[in-house]
């Protein structure tokens, strides 16, 4: 079977990264755990357990302030995001 040949539709390139990271929801302070597969300067895809909402706070130290994201896609436990 012939592989079809992906389409790259991504602004900027991302680099490999697979760090922990945390999900703050907006107007919240609880934060839960995720992973960052890859990140670029305009979004990352992300591996969850569970269910997030449309927008949140992506949080890539616990001392940082982090950069508000939206989801573009959902595949099993991953999700791709767009910061905004």
Do not use: H, Y
Request: proline share 4%; with cysteine; charged share 30%.
């Amino acid at each position: 079977m012939f592989a079809r040949k992906r389409t790259e539709r991504r602004k900027a390139g991302r680099r490999t990264l697979g760090s922990p990271a945390w999900i703050r929801l907006e107007g919240s302070f609880a934060t839960r755990p995720c992973r960052v597969i890859d990140l670029s300067p305009t979004g990352a895809r992300l591996v969850i357990d569970g269910e997030i909402g449309k927008s949140f706070v992506l949080l890539l130290s616990l001392n940082s302030a982090g950069r508000k994201a939206r989801v573009k896609w959902r595949r099993g436990n991953q999700v791709g995001i767009q910061f905004v």
